[in-house]
């Protein structure tokens, strides 16, 4: 398959030296980020797939500052849609892997939230016991039809039997939009499932959910809307702008990012600021990766015992990043990220459930 029969290139912008447009390029480079764009909306109940026009989004994105970033940035271009909404799932999974077997991670913006299935399929080509972490509203395990959709696509990835999945976190749920037995089945099978209220004007509680995820993907519904709209299906709730930024950035920073998909975009939107708020969630994510990718690989733990009744438990604080986990492992992949709330709980005999089940 040639690239160049599956995207259209991005057209020219004009950038100044300082600013991030200056840094991309057109090629895949390799541990580099890989921008796609994708019009395909077709998973959601109405969603088409005609070509959108995302250079709003690009001009605002390119030219915020590069600040010190030294990660190669590569700006693929649009996706061209398939013919049928299985075609694009196939077309993209294709492009996936080109990232993959350069080390690359692909960040896929637009389209329907089910595309996070190829995101998973691909990753799972390359990878096994991925971690993977969405923000979404809806918590939907619909099984109904064969086709891929947002409803049914995280039943397809967790019901599989050929898809390698170690932790599913699903974070920013809003409970007036979701049937309680999704909510009840996703606690009773242990997945971590954390409520918008709990997102709130901090990172701190669900920061450890984005510190070794493989893949990550964000359904822009969990936005809070503006103007017309900030997604397709906008809502009046949801993180804000600054809660949001500071997400995407936590999500660049995990140890072991691959992937990430930003979905349900609502690129029609007549609001300038809804396109500037997208350009910008996208810098802190690449800063995020930037900064991730600049840490020393040599860690270095302090260890603090807690006693609870008659049992011994160690927390670990990476000295550099000051980063908190659980555990005695010596291996530091081995060791459950937490944070230092986790410890002061434990610290009063409270010891986090999410702990005793590993």
């Known amino acids: 398959m040639n690239i160049e029969d599956i995207l259209i290139p991005p057209r020219s912008i004009k ?14 480079q390799e541990n580099g980020i890989v921008l796609v764009f994708c019009s395909d909306y077709r998973g959601l109940s109405n969603g088409e797939a005609e070509i959108l026009d995302f250079r709003k989004v690009r001009k605002e994105l390119y030219h915020l ?15 061209i849609s398939g013919k049928s909404h299985e075609d694009t799932h196939y077309i ?5 892997s080109m990232c993959h077997y350069k080390n690359a991670i692909p960040v896929i913006i637009g389209g329907s939230n089910d595309l ?13 016991n991925i971690s993977y972490t969405q923000i979404s509203d809806i918590i939907s395990l619909s099984n109904e039809g064969d086709e891929i959709t947002e409803r049914n ?10 898809m390698s999945l170690k932790n599913y976190h699903h974070l920013g749920y809003q409970k007036h939009l979701n049937e309680l037995d999704s909510v009840k089945l996703m606690k009773e099978v242990e997945f971590e499932v954390v409520r918008l209220a709990e997102m709130m004007n901090s990172t701190e509680k669900t920061e450890p959910f984005f510190r070794k995820a493989d893949l990550f993907t964000l359904n822009c519904d969990a936005v809070e809307s503006r103007g017309d709209g900030f997604s397709s299906n906008p809502q009046v709730n949801g993180l804000n702008r600054r809660e949001i930024c500071a997400f995407m950035k936590e999500a660049g920073l995990s140890e072991n990012l691959k992937s990430v998909g930003i979905f349900n975009f609502n690129a029609l939107s007549e609001d300038f600021l809804n396109h500037q708020l997208l350009a910008q969630m996208i810098w802190y994510l690449i800063e995020g990766i930037n900064i991730q990718k600049s840490h020393p ?12 009744d008659q049992d011994k438990y160690a927390f670990k604080r990476d000295v550099f990043r000051n980063m908190w986990y659980f555990g005695e492992d010596e291996n530091p992949d081995k060791l459950i990220p937490c944070s230092v709330s986790d410890y ?6 409270n010891l986090n459930r999410r702990f005793l089940k590993n």
């Open 15 to 28: 950038t100044e030296k300082w600013q991030l447009g200056s840094l991309v390029s057109s090629q895949i």
């Open 65 to 79: 500052s590069k600040l010190d970033f030294e990660i190669p940035v590569c700006d693929l271009g649009d996706l």
């Open 92 to 96: 993209l999974q294709e492009v996936l």
């Open 116 to 128: 996070a299935f190829s995101l998973f399929s691909a990753l799972n080509f390359h990878h096994t």
């Open 153 to 162: 696509f995280l039943s397809k990835i967790l019901g599989s039997k050929t």
């Open 297 to 308: 690989g040599e860690r270095n733990f302090e260890t603090f015992w807690v006693l609870i």
């Open 344 to 349: 002061e709980e434990a610290k009063r005999g």
